[in-house]
DNA sequence: TTGACTTTGACCTTATTTGACCAAAGAAAT
DNA sequence: ATTTCTTTGGTCAAATAAGGTCAAAGTCAA
């Protein structure tokens, strides 16, 4: 960890002003632009973004190569006090049985995080595709499914 | 948020356009016509109806060469006796991969059955989720982690 | 002096744009 | 009827224009 400022500080904090300007909708970039701003190269602004960028730190990238190829900037506005979309990816982890995944959801209800009528049809989406797996694939299905769907509640609009 | 676009994005973004006033029976244009509107070769034409207005998206596209020559777009509704829902489980099926969901999302879309701010969600959970996974294991997981977000946008409060 | 973080560069993948050449359908001439 | 333009649209591959990856080399604090 630095005390001075580094060249992915610098373009950290520069990215992160112009996401305060465009507010919604999210913010779009060339990358060679960016890293003849900061005459650097190029593949210096992909570590920048995915050291400071990712989605563990509420920030969603997008790009495209070729003719008219582009990077969009996301920033997901934390609708929901503290961190609630990292506690949950934490809480689930790898793999997770039913019984866990049912407190869970209790405990999103209790809190008012999911409607009643949300929580039963996650229920549902959980049972009918986990019931044909294997119990061990189960879990780490269950896992994933569990995690996007609450992520996409508690994010989207 | 001053988009990016190419030449293609341009003219799918001018058809689409055409195709949303002529409602029903479709739209017909003139190859060589449309190339001199937004100044380009007339295969380009072709490129943006094969990347933009693919079956696959939910188009249908016919032509005929010679004197009075024409190609007709029509754009297909999603439709399923049993709704929406239906006709996306339909669709994506025991497996999918990444190009057919990025299809669907952008036919969703289109349609506005999603914001944009979803599918940007759902685009990342997708991306996120499947990385680490062989192939075809990635494909079965994609397809129910789609099939499950988009019923619970969709049928969800 | 080691370990974590950063910086660089060589090489890779993908999307778009262009142009030369091909094919079909109607129109005109024989 | 058949052949020969003329008018359209189609195909494909090369050139161009982005962005991505990965690992080696460099820095810096503990």
């Known amino acids: 960890m630095a005390f001075i400022s580094s060249l992915t500080d610098h373009i950290e904090r520069y990215i992160k002003a112009l996401l305060d300007q ?3 909708g999210g913010l779009e970039i060339r990358r060679t632009e960016l ?19 990712s989605s563990e730190r509420g920030y969603i990238v997008e790009s495209r190569r070729g003719g008219g ?4 900037i996301f ?3 934390p609708q929901h006090p503290q961190g609630i979309c990292s506690w949950i990816r ?3 982890g790898e793999s997770i049985d039913m019984g866990e995944a049912e407190a869970l959801l ?3 209800l209790d809190h008012n995080y999911l409607s009643r009528k949300d929580a039963v049809l996650i229920r549902s989406l ?3 595709e986990t019931e ?19 992520i996409l509640l508690l994010q989207g609009s």
């Open 75 to 77: 920033r997901l506005e």
């Open 22 to 24: 465009a507010g919604q």
């Open 132 to 150: 044909q797996l294997k119990p061990a694939h189960a879990g780490r299905v269950r896992a994933i499914l569990l995690r996007s769907m609450l």
């Open 126 to 128: 959980l049972a009918e």
């Open 106 to 108: 209790v405990r999103l």
């Open 69 to 72: 190829g582009y990077i969009r």
């Open 90 to 92: 934490q809480t689930i």
């Open 35 to 53: 890293a003849e701003l900061f005459e650097c190269v190029p593949s210096q602004i992909n570590y920048v973004l995915k050291t400071r960028f």
